[in-house]
């Protein structure tokens, strides 16, 4: 069983940055594959970005590329999504996720684990 917290989310103005944090607890972090998610007010949750057990390898939704950056620390249990020129459409919850097998992937049924969320909104 793995917890998972997340924090950092807040309003900010379109253009600016915020970053996400992901604390886990329970089984060994460093076998889990981690990624985040998203969900705005009436739409889908969509995946956003995935990072590997290294943190060698990352996936990114093309929505996201190039200005958001997911990376992890295993000796502390916690990934990150830093997130830079923010959009009016980046204004959602955001989720962290872990899996326990190889491989990235942006399949949400495929993570095992949850957070509860945290809400980020952006003002244009």
């Known amino acids: 069983q793995v917890q998972l917290v997340e924090s950092g989310g807040g309003l900010v103005q379109a253009g600016g940055s915020l970053r996400l944090s992901c604390a886990a607890s329970?089984?060994?972090?460093?076998?889990?594959?981690m990624g985040w998610f998203r969900q705005a007010p009436g739409k889908d949750r969509e995946f956003v970005a995935a990072i590997s057990w290294s943190g060698g390898n990352s996936l990114y939704a093309d929505s996201v590329k190039g200005r958001f950056t997911i990376s992890r620390d295993n000796a502390k249990n916690t990934v990150y999504l830093q997130m830079n020129s923010l959009k009016a459409e980046d204004t959602a919850v955001y989720y962290c996720?872990?899996?326990?097998?190889?491989?990235?992937?942006?399949?949400?049924?495929?993570?095992?684990?949850w957070g509860q969320g945290t809400q980020v909104t952006v003002s244009s």
């Open positions: 996720a872990a899996r326990l097998s190889a491989g990235l992937t942006s399949i949400g049924y495929r993570y095992a684990y």
């Open positions: 329970g089984r060994t972090f460093s076998n889990y594959v």
